[in-house]
Structure formats: C-alpha cells, structure tokens
C-alpha cells in the first residue's frame, strides 16, 4: 500500500502584469486587435481587446527609432538607430492565442535614422523619411523602391499616403447609400473599371512634413511634387486629408493649425492653438478635426469654419501630456500617447456632442515604473492598488475573467482609475478589513484616506492629514472588522476606519481619527489625536495587530516598537536586528502556537519583521525576544507578510507560513516552526518591495523594481494530490512490473523497466536472457522478443538503456550480459540512430558523447584482457605439449602395462 507524501507548498506564476511600452512608436492595426508598442528595443504585441499578451519581437541591440504597422495587421516594419529596417509578417498561431513573427527581410533604407513612418491604406506601399531630409517609397512585399524623393536636407517629421478625389461626382458617389453604390457597380463596364484603376494611380499623393515647417505633396504617379506648402515655422507633426472636405490639414509645433485646399492648395484657413500640436486629422467623415498637444487635452474644430467646438480646457499635468496619436477613418476611437507613457483612449465624438469635453473611455498603462506597495481593494479582491513611484495610486482589475466581480472590466490588469491628489511621490499604502478605504502617505508631507466606491465609478479623497514635517514613510488602518450585521459591516462605505497611524520621516508617529463625513474641500484641518517621538532615523514601517489593541513601529535605527494604540504609550522593544528594519507585520489573530529556538508562543503574540540585515526575525511579544532568525536571502528583505493560516482540520499537515520579499529580486516562503525555506519564488529581475496576500485563495502578490507584478498561484493542494496519484500509479507499475517478471513477459518487463529506472531488475532480465540455456536461434540475445524490443526504443529510453549499459560494462561480473546487449543495439540501429540521437536536458549530446566514450573505454579494456586470457593460453597449452613429448622417458624409465602391475625398469 502507497503511504501518503509529506506535503510540499508550491508556488507558481499565474498572471503577470508586465510592461508595454517605454516611450517611442505606437501603431494599430484596423482590425483593432494587435497594438505594437515600443519597450526598449524590443516591439511588443498585444491584444487592445483583451489585453493578453501576443508576442515579442527582439531588437538588433539598438533603440527602435520608429515602427507601423500595415493596416490588415499582416505586416510589423521596424527601424532602429543602428539604420536597419526589418519587415516581419504575422500570422497567428493555430489556437489564435499568439502571433508569430517571421522576418521577412532586413534593409538598409537610408545613411541616416528613419524617424517617421507611413503605410498606404492597401498595405502594400511604404514610406520612410529619414533625418537627412531624403523620403522613400518602398513596395513591402517586394523589399525594394519604387520612388525616391530628395527635398532639403531637414529632418523629415510626418508622412501622409492620400488620393485626391477626382471630381464632385466622385466625392458623391463616396457619400451615396449603399443602394445608389451597387446600382452604379451594376452599371459600369469593364473599360470603366479600368480607366477607374488608371485614375486611382494617377491619383495617388504622399504628403510629408519637415522639420523647417514646409508641407510637400508628392505625385507617385509623376514621380514629383506637386505642391510645395508653406505656413508652419517648426516641426510639422500632423498630416492628413480629407476626401469629404477636399482639404488637407497640418499642424505643427509652432502652435498652429491649417488647412489647405486640395485643388488649389491654397490655405483655407490658420488658427492658432496656443499649445504645440504633435497630433492632428480629420475625423467625422472629415466634419471634425482633431488635436492632440502639449497641453495634455484632445481638442476638436469645425473643418468648414477652423472654430473649435471643443469647451475651454485646463491644462494638464506635465506627464499627461500627448507626444502622438492614433486615428484612422475605421477605428472607432483616437489613441492618444502621454508623456507617462499611458495611452489614452477617447471615443470619437459627432458633430453635435463636439463640444463637451473628452474624457478618455480606457487607459492603458504602459509601464507602472518601481512597484513601490499594492494592495488588494474590495470584499472580493477584484482590483488592486498600486503605489508606482508616482503622485497617483492607480487601481487595476484583477478579476478573473467570468467570474461575478464588483469591477467590470474586460481583461486582468485593465487599468480602472487613477487616485489624483498627492504632490509628491507616494511611498506608503494601506487598506482597511473591507477593502474600499484606502490610506497613502507621501513625500508631499500629508497621508490621506480616498474611498472606493467602483459600483458609482466613485473614486474620491475622502480626508486629508497634515501635520509631519517631512515624507511619510507609513500609515496603518485598525485591522477589527465590525460585529457582523452592525451598520458599519453591512454598509462600510458610509463609516470609514476609526483611525489611522502615520509615521514620518521626521521619526515621529502621529494617530488621527477618521472624520465620519468627507473632509476634502473644507477649510477645518484636521488634528493629531497624540504625536510621539518615536525613533531616532526615519521610520519604514507600521502594522496594527488584530485587535487593534497594539501597534508596531519600524525604524532604519534598527529597533521596532511596540505602541499602545489608546493611550500612544511604549509596550515594548524589540531590538536584535543589525540594519534598519524595512518591514513588520503582526500574526494573524488565529495562528497556532509557534515554536521557536526559545520555546513555543501563541499565535496571537507573534511577529515578524524584515530587516536591511538580510534576515528575518520571529519575536515573541510576551517578553519581546527573538524566537527564530531565518537567513537565506542575500540582500534587504524589504517586505514580510503571513500567509493565510490553515484551517483547524488542517493544522496537522500544512504548516504555518510567512513570506518575505528582498532586494535580491526573490520571494521566499518560509515554514515559521521549522525556520526553513519551502519554496523560492524567482521572477522578477530588480528589488522586489511590495508583498500581498488574497484573503481566501493564499494568492501571493510580489511588485518589483522592474515594473512587472506577479500573482503567484497556491498550488500546494494540487502538487500533494499529484504527488500522491504519481505515487500510487508507480506501486502500481512496479507490482505490473513483477507480475510480467513473473509471467515472463519480457517484452513488457523491459519497457517497464526503462520507464520506471529500475537498474537492478532490468539487469536480472537480461541476465535471464543472455544466460538462457536453450537460446532461440538468429537471437541476438537469445530471445527473439527482446530482439524486437530493443529495436524499436524511443530515443529516450535508448539513451536510459545506454546509461544501464555504461554502469554494467564497468563491472567485470556484468560486462558480459552488458556486452551482448550493446552488440545486439549495435545490430539493430545505423550508426547515424546514435549519433543524432535526440538527448534531453541542458547538456544535450554533450552527455550523449561522455555515455559513448565510456562504453567504448571498458569495451577495449575488456577486449584487452580477454586477449592477454588468450595469449595466457596458449602458454598453458604449450607446456602441456611439452609434459607429454617428455612423460614416456623421464629418468630413462619406461612404462609397461602388466597383469600384475609390476614396473620394469630399463637397464
């Protein structure tokens, strides 16, 4: 009978929240799925719709100068710094749930960097403008030019593929209804047909912008420009054409817009405004114009009149800011790009609800920047705060998709909401039992409490604390939940925590009471309940414990203190740890007792703290000494949680937890009685500062240095269940295996044998063989079954074999057996079957190569000694020749056979 597997606890990376995009090139296809952004030097690919990843493709070494995409998504051009131009094509994978980039070609377009970019709305035709002012068109499939343009030598700054409308009547059939347009196909011949393609090329202009501010219209058709449009002194950074308004508009860092006459190419019209414009097209079937600027605001104008329909906007932050945008005739949106490196989203509006102000209807962040603190938000733990090294906490969706969440949201880690109000940095977070009060504390001085209200789209400050004279480094709520069915339990949006803990820079700690109705906006600030001089550096950490009875201050002058949260008072402290204390946390209130180097403690008068020390320490607050130090990690740890405690029926066999976080970029999850290591949790590449646990399925959650937040998934469950269904399978297997022994079914026995690595048995079987005393004939081994088994081994478990055969062969009393059966693999398989033998693991043939060579050492070290055996031999059989040629006349004496036995000696 299997015994039952002691239980391991495991991890393994679910989800991953991961960076996009670091400033540089967006592009979109129409089909509104594969949205390529820039990170680093690399391009990534990712799905608009539901946010999963799609693909990457690597970069030459060099910075990514620019990038686009064809409209059908079938095609990725890349150029870089380096002057290399790389056109891939994508296809999707056979479950669609990837793409796979092909290099199609790699070129060498211009002497300079390409900066900008332009794909024609057939996919088929390039343009590329290069800082020495020279533009190319190029045919993408082919990978060759089809025309070369050589204006001044300014940087090219913007490029537009367009056809001009050929006559009012086209410009009609164009706005026809769908009836009007199949009756005009109808009646067209096949000369019409033909004369409408030879217009169309004829028709057929790509507009480019420079760095000077001249506008150039290029005919491809004539192979020269026809047009030269002077307006702009700077950067042009915006060009399209509208075939409805017969009209093209540029617009450009020297803070205006124009538009030109397509006929006559005459200005229409120049407004100023009053911000630079690094975007700008037509939208509305060419009624709107639109623009995207320095000012951080999307802004639409009456193509007719140049007046703008859009209400007065304030100006944005700096880092909000638009450095491009992304709208064609039929994407139902315009993507605009902020300096954050966050892509907007805004519905296109009509032109009567122009005038209201836009407002965007998604962000996509690009990159959260140095993960600082998270935390999960709501009762079901569907959205996620996130402290990013920024004046803003943003919220994301972390809810699984179908399942019945508070957040509605379309993918995991879809951003919901910025939280605006810190001046500075925020550097701390906390969140109370319920999950819709959330408390920062920043560098601008002040903490504030903002309540989470998704199911009203409310999120809001609710108060602000000032009062410390330098950055807040921590803040803590009570952790009591209300008795159950009190008002505060059933509606905890309406009663707010009771108060909060606040430490600062400045070493002291401040409680505050939470006012019962919204303080934002009033003029009354709010007062300190008491403030204590706390520490002698700054203060990293804070933790109320369960019954909110006591809390803990954590310094960088190496102590913790213990506080009483009524009356301010020092309970205890806690000293032993050689560098500043990062983190501290409180055991859950119903923990099990621990037991430690110094003896047991219960639960609820447990903590843990992390320290720059690179250890972990266990304290026992009834007389504040160290129970336990855990060391492994090789720098900081930076954060300690407790994982959620096992239930009553469970304690027996799952241990008690506690994970921490370090600057060694890894998350280690420790068994706090044992003092070891369960399990190493490694996929982040910088200092990971942030750790949070889901309150029902033990989901850990580690943010990092590097952007990226991973979900790491409890599986510890489902590794027992597999470790004990694997266990029973092999009793299983090695009784079949006896059975077949038993039986002798040697076929199966040996398949059987190589499966489970049972050397022993498998040499016993071969043995049996080998050594049989009525062998079959033409047997290689002596049984025509074996024969056949040994010829028809997977790579796999020839290469186990040829292992089993290297250990027998270094055994005189099984070289034997080992000998006849590699003469029998030998017999069976073309010296090319060994030789390309697919070997798994990192060391491949390398292995295979050290299993042949020492085969073949003992083979001749066996062959060695069976010829000196032979040479020893004949020695013997030459001597024995000789005592015969010698025996009838030793001593001059000669042996007679008598009757009576006498001997007759010669005279």
């Given at each position: 009978?299997?015994?039952?597997?002691?239980?391991?606890?495991?991890?393994?990376?679910?989800?991953?929240?991961?960076?996009?995009?670091?400033?540089?090139?967006?592009?979109?296809?129409?089909?509104?799925?594969?949205?390529?952004?820039?990170?680093?030097?690399?391009?990534?690919?990712?799905?608009?719709?539901?946010?999963?990843?799609?693909?990457?493709?690597?970069?030459?070494?060099?910075?990514?100068?620019?990038?686009?995409?064809?409209?059908?998504?079938?095609?990725?051009?890349?150029?870089?710094?380096?002057?290399?131009?790389?056109?891939?094509?994508?296809?999707?994978?056979?479950?669609?749930?990837?793409?796979?980039?092909?290099?199609?070609?790699?070129?060498?377009?211009?002497?300079?960097?390409?900066?900008?970019?332009?794909?024609?709305?057939?996919?088929?035709?390039?343009?590329?403008?290069?800082?020495?002012?020279?533009?190319?068109?190029?045919?993408?499939?082919?990978?060759?030019?089809?025309?070369?343009?050589?204006?001044?030598?300014?940087?090219?700054?913007?490029?537009?593929?367009?056809?001009?409308?050929?006559?009012?009547?086209?410009?009609?059939?164009?706005?026809?209804?769908?009836?009007?347009?199949?009756?005009?196909?109808?009646?067209?011949?096949?000369?019409?047909?033909?004369?409408?393609?030879?217009?169309?090329?004829?028709?057929?202009?790509?507009?480019?912008?420079?760095?000077?501010?001249?506008?150039?219209?290029?005919?491809?058709?004539?192979?020269?420009?026809?047009?030269?449009?002077?307006?702009?002194?700077?950067?042009?950074?915006?060009?399209?054409?509208?075939?409805?308004?017969?009209?093209?508009?540029?617009?450009?860092?020297?803070?205006?817009?124009?538009?030109?006459?397509?006929?006559?190419?005459?200005?229409?019209?120049?407004?100023?405004?009053?911000?630079?414009?690094?975007?700008?097209?037509?939208?509305?079937?060419?009624?709107?114009?639109?623009?995207?600027?320095?000012?951080?605001?999307?802004?639409?104008?009456?193509?007719?009149?140049?007046?703008?329909?859009?209400?007065?906007?304030?100006?944005?932050?700096?880092?909000?800011?638009?450095?491009?945008?992304?709208?064609?005739?039929?994407?139902?949106?315009?993507?605009?790009?902020?300096?954050?490196?966050?892509?907007?989203?805004?519905?296109?509006?009509?032109?009567?609800?122009?005038?209201?102000?836009?407002?965007?209807?998604?962000?996509?962040?690009?990159?959260?920047?140095?993960?600082?603190?998270?935390?999960?938000?709501?009762?079901?733990?569907?959205?996620?705060?996130?402290?990013?090294?920024?004046?803003?906490?943003?919220?994301?969706?972390?809810?699984?998709?179908?399942?019945?969440?508070?957040?509605?949201?379309?993918?995991?880690?879809?951003?919901?909401?910025?939280?605006?109000?810190?001046?500075?940095?925020?550097?701390?977070?906390?969140?109370?039992?319920?999950?819709?009060?959330?408390?920062?504390?920043?560098?601008?001085?002040?903490?504030?409490?903002?309540?989470?209200?998704?199911?009203?789209?409310?999120?809001?400050?609710?108060?602000?604390?000032?009062?410390?004279?330098?950055?807040?480094?921590?803040?803590?709520?009570?952790?009591?939940?209300?008795?159950?069915?009190?008002?505060?339990?059933?509606?905890?949006?309406?009663?707010?925590?009771?108060?909060?803990?606040?430490?600062?820079?400045?070493?002291?700690?401040?409680?505050?009471?939470?006012?019962?109705?919204?303080?934002?906006?009033?003029?009354?600030?709010?007062?300190?309940?008491?403030?204590?001089?706390?520490?002698?550096?700054?203060?990293?950490?804070?933790?109320?414990?369960?019954?909110?009875?006591?809390?803990?201050?954590?310094?960088?002058?190496?102590?913790?203190?213990?506080?009483?949260?009524?009356?301010?008072?020092?309970?205890?402290?806690?000293?032993?740890?050689?560098?500043?204390?990062?983190?501290?946390?409180?055991?859950?209130?119903?923990?099990?007792?621990?037991?430690?180097?110094?003896?047991?403690?219960?639960?609820?008068?447990?903590?843990?703290?992390?320290?720059?020390?690179?250890?972990?320490?266990?304290?026992n607050l009834t007389d504040y000494t160290c129970l336990r130090t855990f060391e492994g990690h090789t720098n900081s740890v930076l954060k300690v949680v407790w994982l959620n405690v096992p239930a009553k029926e469970d304690r027996g066999k799952?241990?008690?937890?506690?994970?921490?976080?370090?600057?060694?970029?890894?998350?280690?999850?420790?068994?706090?009685?044992?003092?070891?290591?369960?399990?190493?949790?490694?996929?982040?590449?910088?200092?990971?500062?942030?750790?949070?646990?889901?309150?029902?399925?033990?989901?850990?959650?580690?943010?990092?240095?590097?952007?990226?937040?991973?979900?790491?998934?409890?599986?510890?469950?489902?590794?027992?269940?597999?470790?004990?269904?694997?266990?029973?399978?092999?009793?299983?297997?090695?009784?079949?295996?006896?059975?077949?022994?038993?039986?002798?079914?040697?076929?199966?026995?040996?398949?059987?044998?190589?499966?489970?690595?049972?050397?022993?048995?498998?040499?016993?079987?071969?043995?049996?063989?080998?050594?049989?005393?009525?062998?079959?004939?033409?047997?290689?081994?002596?049984?025509?079954?074996?024969?056949?088994?040994?010829?028809?081994?997977?790579?796999?478990?020839?290469?186990?074999?040829?292992?089993?055969?290297?250990?027998?062969?270094?055994?005189?009393?099984?070289?034997?057996?080992?000998?006849?059966?590699?003469?029998?693999?030998?017999?069976?398989?073309?010296?090319?079957?060994?030789?390309?033998?697919?070997?798994?693991?990192?060391?491949?043939?390398?292995?295979?190569?050290?299993?042949?060579?020492?085969?073949?050492?003992?083979?001749?070290?066996?062959?060695?000694?069976?010829?000196?055996?032979?040479?020893?031999?004949?020695?013997?059989?030459?001597?024995?020749?000789?005592?015969?040629?010698?025996?009838?006349?030793?001593?001059?004496?000669?042996?007679?056979?008598?009757?009576?036995?006498?001997?007759?000696?010669?005279?």
């Amino acid at each position: 009978m299997a015994s039952k597997s002691p239980f391991k606890t495991t991890f393994e990376a679910a989800e991953v929240i991961r960076p996009i995009f670091t400033g540089g090139a967006v592009a979109l296809d129409n089909g509104v799925r594969i949205l390529a952004t820039t990170l680093a030097e690399d391009v990534v690919l990712t799905d608009l719709k539901t946010g999963k990843h799609l693909g990457r493709v690597e970069g030459d070494g060099e910075l990514i100068s620019t990038l686009t995409l064809t409209p059908s998504g079938s095609h990725l051009i890349v150029c870089s710094r380096s002057l290399s131009m790389r056109i891939y094509s994508l296809k999707s994978s056979e479950s669609n749930a990837s793409i796979v980039p092909q290099l199609q070609r790699t070129l060498k377009p211009h002497g300079t960097p390409v900066v900008v970019l332009a794909v024609d709305r057939t996919g088929t035709l390039l343009a590329t403008g290069g800082t020495d002012g020279a533009i190319k068109v190029w045919d993408i499939v082919g990978g060759y030019v089809t025309h070369t343009f050589r204006g001044p030598s300014v940087l090219v700054s913007a490029l537009h593929f367009f056809e001009v409308a050929a006559s009012a009547k086209k410009v009609l059939e164009l706005n026809g209804t769908k009836d009007e347009k199949k009756k005009r196909r109808k009646s067209k011949t096949a000369a019409d047909d033909i004369e409408d393609d030879q217009s169309t090329t004829a028709r057929f202009r790509l507009a480019s912008g420079s760095q000077d501010g001249k506008v150039r219209v290029w005919d491809l058709h004539k192979r020269s420009v026809v047009a030269n449009l002077e307006s702009h002194v700077s950067d042009v950074q915006g060009i399209d054409y509208s075939a409805e308004q017969d009209a093209l508009v540029t617009a450009g860092r020297d803070k205006t817009i124009t538009w030109w006459d397509a006929r006559s190419w005459k200005v229409r019209k120049v407004v100023p405004s009053f911000e630079l414009v690094e975007a700008a097209g037509f939208a509305a079937e060419g009624a709107l114009t639109y623009t995207a600027g320095s000012n951080g605001c999307l802004r639409f104008w009456d193509s007719e009149t140049g007046r703008e329909l859009t209400k007065e906007q304030s100006p944005k932050a700096e880092g909000e800011s638009f450095v491009g945008a992304i709208f064609r005739p039929e994407l139902p949106f315009i993507v605009c790009v902020q300096v954050d490196h966050t892509l907007a989203i805004f519905q296109t509006p009509t032109k009567e609800c122009a005038a209201q102000i836009p407002e965007p209807v998604q962000r996509i962040s690009g990159t959260h920047d140095e993960i600082i603190d998270l935390r999960y938000l709501l009762p079901d733990s569907s959205m996620m705060a996130l402290a990013t090294n920024s004046e803003d906490i943003r919220l994301v969706s972390v809810a699984q998709s179908g399942s019945n969440a508070l957040v509605s949201s379309e993918y995991f880690g879809q951003d919901i909401a910025l939280l605006k109000g810190h001046e500075e940095i925020i550097i701390s977070l906390d969140v109370d039992w319920s999950g819709h009060w959330v408390a920062t504390g920043a560098k601008d001085n002040t903490a504030r409490v903002w309540r989470i209200d998704p199911a009203s789209n409310s999120y809001t400050c609710y108060a602000v604390f000032t009062g410390h004279a330098e950055s807040i480094g921590a803040v803590a709520f009570p952790r009591t939940r209300p008795a159950e069915g009190s008002k505060a339990f059933t509606d905890p949006l309406s009663h707010p925590p009771a108060f909060l803990i606040t430490g600062s820079q400045d070493q002291t700690i401040k409680k505050w009471e939470i006012p019962r109705e919204s303080q934002q906006g009033g003029k009354k600030a709010l007062r300190a309940v008491y403030t204590r001089k706390s520490h002698d550096k700054d203060i990293n950490a804070i933790d109320v414990n369960p019954s909110s009875q006591l809390f803990a201050s954590a310094s960088q002058d190496r102590t913790v203190k213990i506080w009483s949260t009524q009356e301010g008072e020092v309970q205890g402290i806690l000293r032993g740890h050689r560098r500043g204390v990062w983190s501290v946390s409180f055991a859950p209130l119903d923990t099990p007792i621990i037991q430690g180097e110094q003896g047991p403690v219960s639960g609820k008068g447990a903590m843990i703290t992390g320290s720059g020390d690179k250890t972990v320490k266990l304290w026992n607050l009834t007389d504040y000494t160290c129970l336990r130090t855990f060391e492994g990690h090789t720098n900081s740890v930076l954060k300690v949680v407790w994982l959620n405690v096992p239930a009553k029926e469970d304690r027996g066999k799952k241990p008690t937890l506690f994970a921490s976080a370090a600057g060694d970029g890894l998350v280690k999850v420790w068994d706090a009685n044992s003092g070891e290591t369960e399990c190493t949790l490694d996929n982040h590449e910088d200092r990971v500062w942030a750790l949070a646990v889901h309150s029902k399925t033990n989901m850990l959650v580690s943010g990092s240095g590097d952007s990226t937040v991973t979900f790491w998934k409890d599986t510890s469950s489902e590794t027992q269940v597999a470790a004990t269904q694997a266990q029973l399978k092999l009793v299983e297997q090695e009784q079949e295996l006896q059975n077949h022994i038993h039986a002798g079914s040697y076929r199966e026995a040996i398949v059987l044998a190589l499966q489970l690595n049972h050397p022993g048995r498998l040499l016993g079987l071969f043995t049996s063989v080998v050594n049989s005393k009525t062998p079959e004939a033409d047997s290689l081994t002596g049984l025509k079954a074996v024969d056949q088994v040994l010829a028809s081994l997977s790579d796999e478990q020839l290469f186990l074999l040829l292992l089993r055969l290297r250990d027998w062969n270094t055994n005189a009393r099984t070289a034997q057996v080992a000998q006849r059966i590699l003469w029998a693999l030998v017999k069976s398989y073309p010296a090319s079957r060994f030789s390309n033998l697919s070997v798994k693991g990192a060391r491949g043939q390398k292995s295979l190569k050290e299993v042949l060579n020492a085969l073949k050492v003992y083979t001749e070290r066996h062959y060695k000694r069976t010829e000196e055996l032979v040479d020893e031999s004949y020695l013997v059989e030459y001597t024995l020749q000789e005592m015969d040629s010698l025996a009838p006349s030793i001593g001059g004496m000669s042996i007679m056979d008598g009757a009576d036995g006498d001997v007759i000696m010669a005279t």
